[in-house]
C-alpha cells in the first residue's frame, strides 16, 4: 500500500516532450488536426439538418456521432494544445476528474451509437420494407437518447468510486491528458477491485457493443451475398463498408488502451494509440463515412454554389422550402 496520503490540488501533465522544437511541431500538427475535425464533422451536422434529402435514420444518427467526435476531441485536445504552447503542463484535480469523466462518458457514448448505427443499416439491407416503418422519428430520437443515459450510469459509478480514494504525494501524471491508468497510480489504498471493476464496464461496454455490431454486420454480409445483381451488391457493401471502418479504428484503439493485459509495460506506446483515438479516429470520420457519400457531396456542392452565387431560386433548388419540409428520420 503506499503511504504519504496528501491532498493534491492539481497534477503535472508530462505530456510527450520537453524539447521546446519538438512541442511546437506537435501543436502546429495537433492544432491543423483538430481545425480539420471540428470543420469536417460541423459540415455533416449543419448539412444533415438543413438538406431534406439527407433527413434518413443514417445521417441523423451520423450527424448525432459527429456532435459527440467533436465532444469528444475537445475535452482533451484544447487544453494539450495550450500545454504544447505555453509549456504550462498544470490542469487542476476538478478539471483533471472533470476531464477523465467526460472522455469515458462520450467515448462510451458513441460505442453505445455505434451499434445503434450499426442496427440500422441491418434493418435498412435485410428488412428494406419494413424499415421506414420501424426506423420512425420516435424511435431514432429514443435509441439515441438512449445512449446518452445508459452510458452515463455506465460511467457515473466508477467516477464516483475513484473519487474516494486519497491520493499519494505524487501529482506527476506520465500522459498528456486525465487518463485512468496513470492516474491509478497515484492513488493510494488498495485498487484492485476498482481497477476490476473498470476492466469489467470496458469490457461491457466495448467488447459487448462489438460483439453485437458483429452480430449486425454478418447478418448483412449473408443478405449482400444472396442479391442476384453485382451492382446490387457493390451498392449495398459500399453503404456498409464506411461504417465497418470506422468502428474498426474505433473499438481497435480502444480495446488496446483498456481491455489488453500488461498496460504498465506500454505506457509509451500508449500515448500515441491515445493520439489516434482522440484525433486521429474523430479526423476521419466525416471524410470516411460522409464526404466521400454522394449524396453528401450533392448536397454540399449544392450549398455551396448557392451561397457563391446568392441565387434568389436557389432554396428552391436545393429542395422544398423550409416551412414545408417534412423531416424524414
Not at 476528474?97 to 451499434?115: A, N, V
Not at 429514443?142 to 459509478?157: N, Y
Not at 492516474?183 to 470496458?202: M, P, Q, S, W
Request: hydrophobic letters at 45%.
Amino acid at each position: 500500500m503506499k503511504s504519504n496520503e496528501t491532498r493534491i490540488s492539481e497534477f503535472i501533465l508530462l505530456g510527450f516532450t520537453d524539447t521546446r522544437k519538438l512541442q511546437l511541431l506537435l501543436f502546429a500538427i495537433l492544432f491543423f488536426s483538430y481545425f480539420l475535425t471540428i470543420t469536417g464533422n460541423a459540415v455533416i451536422i449543419i448539412l444533415a439538418n438543413i438538406d431534406h434529402r439527407l433527413h434518413t435514420p443514417m445521417y441523423f444518427f451520423l450527424w448525432n456521432f459527429s456532435i459527440l467526435e467533436i465532444g469528444f476531441s475537445t475535452v482533451v485536445i484544447p487544453q494539450t494544445l495550450s500545454h504544447l504552447l505555453m509549456g504550462n503542463k498544470n490542469i487542476s484535480y476538478v478539471g483533471c476528474m472533470i476531464q477523465s469523466f467526460l472522455y469515458f462518458y462520450l467515448g462510451t457514448t458513441e460505442f453505445f451509437l455505434l451499434t445503434v448505427m450499426s442496427y440500422d443499416r441491418y434493418l435498412a439491407i435485410c428488412n428494406p420494407l419494413r424499415y421506414p416503418s420501424i426506423m420512425s422519428k420516435s424511435l431514432c430520437t429514443s435509441l439515441t437518447f438512449c445512449c446518452w443515459i445508459a452510458s452515463f450510469f455506465l460511467i457515473i459509478g466508477p467516477s464516483m468510486v475513484f473519487l474516494q480514494f486519497p491520493m499519494c504525494d505524487s501529482n506527476i501524471l506520465d500522459h498528456f491528458f486525465c487518463d485512468n491508468t496513470p492516474l491509478n497510480h497515484l492513488v493510494c489504498g488498495d485498487t484492485r477491485r476498482h481497477e476490476l471493476l473498470g476492466l469489467i464496464l470496458a469490457s461491457v461496454s466495448l467488447l459487448g457493443t462489438l460483439t453485437i455490431s458483429v452480430v449486425f454486420y454478418i447478418n448483412i454480409i449473408k443478405t449482400i451475398l444472396r442479391i442476384p445483381s453485382t451492382t446490387g451488391r457493390k451498392k449495398a457493401f459500399s453503404t456498409c463498408a464506411s461504417h465497418f471502418i470506422v468502428v474498426s479504428i474505433s473499438y481497435g484503439s480502444c480495446i488496446f488502451l483498456y481491455i489488453s493485459p500488461a498496460q504498465d509495460r506500454k505506457l509509451k506506446f500508449a500515448k500515441m494509440v491515445a493520439i489516434l483515438n482522440t484525433i486521429v479516429s474523430p479526423l476521419l470520420n466525416p471524410f470516411i463515412y460522409s464526404l466521400r457519400n454522394k449524396q453528401v457531396q450533392e448536397a454540399l456542392k449544392d450549398h455551396i454554389s448557392f451561397i457563391l452565387h446568392l441565387d434568389p431560386n436557389g432554396l428552391q433548388a436545393l429542395g422544398q422550402p423550409r416551412n414545408s419540409i417534412t423531416r424524414e428520420v
